[in-house]
């Protein structure tokens, strides 16, 4: 079984994922991680995200990077999304995703393009999202939380051009794909998105 949960940042798909990963007993796989080592790694090399080569160079990270507390950062989140519009970067990370999803007994996976590129078979597929003003105050949240000085401007303008960057890629662009479930978790606490959640997946299964 392979669940596919896409959607933009911070709509809540990291967190549903897991739910579900706990409800269905299946292994998760946040594949924004992926993206985000590579970005990492690009800036730690000292290349630039923007060059295909150099985004290239950087896809050959060690698994230590992968735990590197920086990644969850609002920046590396946003210099992934400058490597991932490049076509050989995603080629280089797509053999590992297919992987993980098609190992026995089944797997959940969470990005952009898991039930249209790297899973369109998938046996059900979500699509979560919330308002871009919902998505900026869970951040402002995360950062209080984390001890920072969030900027609830320049959150909401982070993930405004993220959004754009994502869906307007040329190379598996940030969409909804045929036969996903939309889940707006905008006006949902966390555990009725979950409810919610894990309801549209047993419908599809
Ligand atoms: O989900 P997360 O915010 O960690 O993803 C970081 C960036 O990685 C996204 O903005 C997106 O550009 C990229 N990404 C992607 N495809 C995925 C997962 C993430 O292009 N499957």
Avoid: N, W
């Avoid at 890629?169 to 009725?192: F, N």
């Avoid at 998105?193 to 549209?200: E, S």
């Amino acid at each position: 079984m392979i669940i596919a949960v896409d959607g933009p940042a911070a709509s809540g798909k990291g967190t549903i994922a897991k739910a579900l990963g706990r409800h269905y007993g299946l292994p998760v796989l946040d594949t924004g991680l992926l993206y985000r080592a590579v970005g990492l790694s690009v800036l730690k090399q000292g290349g630039d995200p923007d060059l295909e080569a150099d985004a290239l160079a950087a896809c050959d990270f060690g698994d230590d990077i992968l735990t590197d507390p920086a990644l969850r950062s609002e920046a590396v989140g946003s210099l992934a999304s400058r490597v991932s519009v490049h076509q050989s970067v995603r080629q280089a990370l797509v053999q590992r995703q297919r992987d993980f999803a098609t190992q026995p007994g089944g797997a959940i996976l969470d990005g952009r393009d898991i039930a249209t590129v790297i899973a369109p078979d998938a046996d059900a597929k979500i699509f979560v999202t919330a308002s871009v003003h919902v998505r900026a105050e869970r951040r402002y949240r995360d950062g209080l939380a984390q001890g920072g000085h969030p900027d609830m401007d320049s959150l909401i303008a982070d993930i405004q051009a993220r959004d754009i960057r994502d869906m307007s890629r040329d190379h598996a662009p940030l969409k909804m794909a045929e036969g996903a479930d939309l889940l707006d978790t905008s006006d949902l606490t966390i555990e009725r998105a979950i409810q919610q959640a894990i309801a549209l997946v047993d419908a599809q299964l």
